[in-house]
């Protein structure tokens, strides 16, 4: 790399991180004055929210990664524009396809970083901070639980709780049903079943197994039976936040098994796989609107690329979120709901781009 090359780039990486760790104390602030009401209410011991604000910064950054990135991009090169020195680079006959080299690999280093995070840090990050939320935050409960849960475990064999308590491992009002060939091979019932951890069975309270016959059913009962099922734990518990807890290989596996059961919320989790790569795209495209619009010195000076900035940043935002809730609520595909935004920018980018280099 040249002189210029990494001026920029050391610019670019220094203005961004600057940007982020200036922002994340922010956000805890907000979040802070949000939840200590029910911290204290619920006394919630002093490590657990110091571990949750770990994860929450994790959480938060990566969430809002491209637009620190495009706001720290926009407001270096806005100060080289008004300091006339981008006219001067220009002036010295470098293009300006070559004056964006040195962004677009600070834009890739980024990208790699980010991809990495999103595929083995992050989902750490995300179990401990929605882990929080549902055991100390949501309502005055200081468990969590889910209600009816219905799951298809494997072909034909169906499972169901009334609710499920991850703390204690216990679901109630368990039933397991076998059909082969649409008709009822067997039904296994508890009032109460309970994980084992340490060998991984389950213990039923109250069981009662009816076997169905071709002339008669048997029936066998028990106060009390321990056993092993096939289904897994995470089969029981709140699908809400599953998917984003999942590193990239148990991402795919999960959905695979989801896809087998004929799970309705596929979707979901889709969005959540392909954010994974689609994210770290949206740096490159955000790094080229953000050089376009403010390599120009403008009347306005920095003040008015900010606002055209901010603009286009949380119409990017809008464009996210939206589609991202219709892939998961409606019949668009979930590959082209999360890419369509970076389609988007991109073109934006690309027009931009062209104005930027006359």
């Known amino acids: 790399m040249k002189i210029i090359d990494k001026y920029i780039l050391k610019r670019y990486l220094a203005t961004f991180f600057v940007m982020l760790f200036l922002f994340i104390p922010i956000g805890i602030v907000i979040d802070v004055s949000e939840k200590v009401n029910k911290i204290i209410q619920n006394k919630v011991p002093f490590g657990k ?17 491209p637009i620190f990135l495009f706001l720290s991009v926009i407001w270096f090169t806005s100060k080289l524009a008004n300091n006339t020195e ?24 980024v990208s790699v970083f980010a991809l990495l995070m ?37 072909p034909g064999e169906f499972i ?42 389950y213990t039923m309270y109250n069981y009662t197994k009816r076997k169905v016959g071709e002339l008669d059913d048997r029936l066998e009962t028990a106060v009390k039976k321990d056993t092993v099922f096939k289904f897994d734990l995470e089969d029981l518990t709140p699908v809400i936040y ?31 796989l392909y954010k994974k790569y689609s994210l770290p795209v949206s740096a490159f495209i955000l790094t080229i609107i953000a050089v376009a619009v403010s390599s120009m010195k403008r009347r306005g000076g920095m003040g008015m690329n900010l606002a055209i900035g901010i603009g286009l940043a949380f119409t990017f935002i809008f464009f996210d979120k939206i ?36």
């Not at 001067?88 to 890739?108: D, K, M």
């Not at 401990?128 to 494997?154: A, H, M, Q």
């Not at 807890?245 to 959905?255: A, K, P, R, V």
């Open 160 to 201: 169901y709780v009334s609710n499920f308590n991850i703390n204690s491992k216990t679901a109630f009002d368990f039933s397991l049903k076998k059909f082969n060939d649409n008709k009822l091979n067997f039904a296994i019932n508890a009032s109460r079943i309970r994980f084992n951890p340490e060998d991984s069975t």
């Open 242 to 272: 599953i998917a984003e807890t999942l590193t990239l290989g148990e991402l795919n596996d999960f959905i695979d098994k989801e896809r087998e059961r004929g799970s309705s919320n596929i979707n979901t989790y889709l969005v959540v």
């Open 323 to 358: 589609f991202g809730t219709l892939a998961e609520k409606s019949s668009i595909p979930p590959f082209i709901a999360v890419w369509l935004p970076n389609f988007v920018f991109g073109i934006l980018a690309i027009y931009l781009l062209r104005n930027a280099k006359r």
């Open 86 to 109: 981008i006219i001067a680079i220009l002036s010295s006959g470098i293009s300006f396809q070559r004056f964006l080299r040195p962004y677009l690999i600070g834009a890739t280093i």
């Open 118 to 154: 999103g595929f083995f840090i992050v989902p750490k990050a995300s179990q401990g901070f929605n882990d929080f939320r549902y055991t100390y935050l949501k309502g005055n409960n200081k468990t969590r639980e889910t209600t009816n849960v219905y799951r298809e475990i494997s």
């Open 49 to 65: 929210v110091a571990l949750y604000y770990v994860d929450f910064t994790v959480y938060f950054a990566n969430l809002l990664f």
